[in-house]
C-alpha cells in the first residue's frame, strides 16, 4: 500500500514538474522539449487521473509548437507577434490551471481541448 501511495505521489510530482518546465521554457526555450518528453515516458505508468494530466500536457506542447511556428511566420506581416503574445498568455494559463487541478488531485476536465 505504501508503495503505492509513494509512486503516484512520485508521479504527481514529474506532472508538476512538467508544469514547471513548460512555464520555464518561456524563458529557456529547450525545456519545453524535456517536459514533453517527460510526459510521454510517465503516462503509461500513471494513475487514471494523472493520465488526464499528461495527456493535456502532451497536447500543450504540440498545439504550441503550432502556435509558436505559425507565429513565427506570421510575424513577417506583423500579425504574427500578436499570435505569439496570445500563445505566451495561452500556455501560461494551460500551466496554472493544470497545476490547480494536480493540486486538488483531480483528473484534468479537458485534456483534449484546444483553448484554455
Known sequence: MNDIVNQDSSSENQAKIIYILY???LVFGLTGIVGVVMAYINRAEA???LQSHYQFQIRTFWIGLL???TGFLLA???IGYLLLLFWVV?????CVKGMQFLDKKEAHPNPTGWFF
Open 23 to 25: 512555464l520555464v521554457g
Open 47 to 49: 494513475p487514471e487521473w
Open 67 to 69: 502556435y509558436l511556428v
Open 76 to 78: 513577417i506581416v506583423l
Open 90 to 94: 495561452w500556455l501560461i494559463v494551460r
